[in-house]
């Protein structure tokens, strides 16, 4: 049973709506799953969530020595 979990995850999407600095979408990111979109209106939080977001997608891409 835990494989059919697991098996699943890749394709498991989350919104995160009042994100503040991204803490529980690295939780759901480092458990596998997508995110669709992050939703925060402090200005402080956005640039933490966007220079988060944006080291995933470094790594993800090899592109992390850049």
């Known amino acids: 049973m835990p ?3 697991n098996a699943g995850k890749n394709n ?6 009042f ?3 991204g803490g529980l ?3 759901f990111i480092r458990a596998g799953f997508q995110p669709v979109a992050h939703v925060e209106m402090n200005s402080a939080a956005c640039y933490t969530l966007k220079t988060r977001m ?3 997608w470094l790594v993800e891409n090899n592109r992390e020595e850049t």
Do not use: T, V
């Not at 498991?12 to 709506?17: G, I, M, N, S």
């Open 25 to 27: 979408s690295e939780g």
């Open 3 to 5: 494989d059919q979990i």
């Open 12 to 17: 498991l999407r989350f919104l995160d709506l």
């Open 54 to 56: 944006a080291r995933h």
């Open 19 to 21: 994100a503040g600095a």
